[in-house]
């Protein structure tokens, strides 16, 4: 992003990397996770405004340590040391880092010294969160103690000529009360910075950069009606308007008023050019007699992808296609190799040899930023708050043979446990919550008749990032209202159950 100021956050291999990247963006000033083998040179070549080097979990004495070119340092360019980053700071300019009698973790108080430029918001005995067991206990010449806490003689440290300074404590985490304040002064005062990443000022960079791009060719995005293919589509309608073609694969497999949303907002709504595409026969008839998970999953991808094709050769001369990657993927291809539990199909990840050239406008952006900028350009909340939605939607919640009639059974359900937890106010502490149906058959009883007819699960769950998930605990009121109207409501379900299983050892959807 060179139209904007940047900061780089150097990668100690610390889960707090992308925290304090997010962090940095909260205070309007651009951010870009880099690896700690970044060079003087591509430093400089960068041309950030400040570096901000995270924590790690090593030890500066372990003979692998995560080290850092010592002529960053010299750069003249301003830095902030985070934890370890504030130990390589200590021990690359010749001061002393110990190891010390006692580990620090968790909430602790620190005794401001002498504020200087980092700590200037922080008053005396507040409470910060450490998580060391080193200690920086020599400064570098040059630098002076700001701050001391009982496990760290020096908890804080600057050289305000040079601009560099360090912090023991995570100023990024929540427990650190005036956390955000250490960062804002660092940014402000430390770096100068003017704050110019707004979500206006985003939107106006990838408008521009999108026309330049595109010029007067045909762009094609697959719409899902999840959050990111949405926001990825107003962005590029925002900047070239009709040149943009949405294709909105309509598979059956959708959940309740799903459609009608989509139509309502990109077709009517926004005006896009949006072609929908009716596919439900398609989807069905190839799906009849699948019932192993795997093989339901590659059937539906292979048949998005043809039905997906067809549809473009329609729209004839397109040469560019949006995809909705977020900064997260960018930083973790390549490493991440979790996904492979079940074969993922990404509305969104389409074949090679459609040979697109690729525009990815959201390539820069944290879901948070997603989010803002999607609610910036107009949408509305139901989409830009959408709970994650899987490729191949609710064939993936009905065990066994996926008919017309079990997807009606489970859209039903589905729609009512959704409703109960919007009303109940839980949406946006929940990660993703949904029903599932199984095969199985329990006997009940419903006025003065027996009743054997199917079970209903409900799945609820919290997570950063869909790696973990640890089941939520919905109230017990709101089960209740959850299990009385799906029994009373939807034919052919007697009974609701909760599924209590976090992942791992559980995958979140159950197929
Ligand atoms: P699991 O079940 O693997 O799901 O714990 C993790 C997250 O991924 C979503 N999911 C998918 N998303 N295409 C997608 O775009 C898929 O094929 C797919 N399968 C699972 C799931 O809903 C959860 O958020």
Redesign the pocket.
Known sequence: MDDFERVLVVDFGAQYAQLIARRVRELDVHSEIVPRTMTADEVAASDPIGIILSGGPASVHAEDAYRLDPEILELGVPVLGICYGHQVIAESLGGRVSRTETAEYGRTVINVAEPGVVLADVPDGDQVWMSHRDSVTEVPEGFRPTASSPGAAVAAMEDAGRRIYGVQFHPEVVHTLHGEDVLRRFLRDGCDAKGDWTNLSIIDSQVERIRQRVGDATVICALSG?VDSSVAAALVHRAIGDQLVCIFVDHGLLRKGEVEEVERTFGDSFDMRLITVDATERFLDGLGGVTEPEEK?KKI?EMFIRVFEDTVAEVGDARFLVQGTLYPDVIESGTDDAAT???????GGLPEDLRFELIEPLRDLFKDEVRAVGAELGLPDAIVWR??????GLA?RIIGDVTAERLDTLREADAIVRAELTTAGLDREI??AFAVLPTIRTVGVQGDGRTYAHPLIVRAVS?ED??T?DWFRIPYDVLERISNRVINEVDGINRVAYDITS?PP?????E
């Open positions: 999840g999953r991808g539990i079940k074969s993922h199909h990404n509305v709970h994650p939605f899987p490729g191949p993936v990660w993703q997570s869909a790696m998930a992942k559980g995958t979140i959807e159950w």
